[in-house]
């Protein structure tokens, strides 16, 4: 296994720039997933790593080799694509061995990291199965073991769970979870699926529009992500976002203002926007909110739709302006919403007069003209500056 460290590449076809100036370093057995919406460059950026792109600029080191300039063949990686193109003809032992046999290994040795790789993916008892009568989980295996008998440095995925079902896919994101400790893999994986991303990584490397955003363990991105686009890409429901200005002693917006000393934040002044951030859990209904350390004053607000998930609910909130007068607004887009998600016990109706605080330890606030964040946390004993945690695009 070996480590992986991208150093400034850029990827331009023609005027359009697919990878802006993205460097990165993978650990020696880390497994670090791409993520980030279709077309910021995840794709691009793991072909510079195979060798399928070459970068316009920039450099790409596996182990202590610079690998720029080789073949895919020649930079000991192995890659597991969406489509997984099995050979319809061949069985899945003749599937798996058949780079093998095209490197003429002997037949011992083909046997025995056939075998081996079966095992790890639990295809033992299938290798004389054709592909046409395998499910799409099994034959995405396959794929996945025809990569483990290269015995490769680093693993390199695209995508490989999208064409599975739901269900097949959380089951399948378990099970590459296991194969990365059992192998002590590098990995690195590509992905549009934030919750893929969350749930099987060390870090995830946040991507938008050909930059990197952030790099950080997935639980990083997500309490301090280091800017608006991070933050409304990781977790789901989004992040709500609530622009305001800074007055003397708060943060005002249309329809609430929140306490706090603006001399704690540097590279903004009174009168600048500012943008708060608050996840749909750290919103309360005021009588459910006693064992909060540091609510924020009431704020009014009326439910409108509720959305029933079973292990909670998401109460859509009209905050108080917007719910005089002005209900032919687009929800989604009004900056009098907050989405509220609430336990399946609590009592509460749609069209009904509430109030809600937000935990200020859990709010974040954004330069609304930079969309940096500026501070996570509002508690006073406890507020954490961004950038605390350090991340590779920091340094
Ligand atoms: P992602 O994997 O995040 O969906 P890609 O890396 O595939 O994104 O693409 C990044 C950008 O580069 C996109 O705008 C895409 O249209 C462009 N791009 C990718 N490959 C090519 C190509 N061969 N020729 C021209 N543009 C490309």
Redesign the pocket.
Known sequence: MARVRLENIT?R??D?T??DDISLEVEDGEFVT?V??????????M?TVAGL?EPTEGRVYIGDDDVTGLAPKDRGVAMVFQNIALFPHMDVYENISFGLRLRKYDDEEVRRRVEEAADIVQLEGMLDRMPAEMSGGQQQRVGIARAIVRNPDVFLM?EPLANLDAKLRVHMRTELQRLHRELDATVIY?T?DQAEAMTMSNRIAV?ND?KLQQIAPPLVCYNEPTNLFVAGFIGSPSMNFVEGTLVEGGLETNNFTIGLDPGRLSGVSIGDDVTLGVRPEDVHLTQYADSLAAPTDPIDARTDVLEPMGDEVFVYLLLSEAAEGSMDQDPATSPNQLLMSVTPDTEIEANEDVDVVLDRSKIHLFDTATGDALLHGLTDRSEREPGTTPTEADS
């Open positions: 990827k076809y023609g359009e697919a990878v791409f980030g919406p279709s077309g910021c460059g995840k794709s691009t950026t072909e792109t695209d590509v549009h991507l050909g």
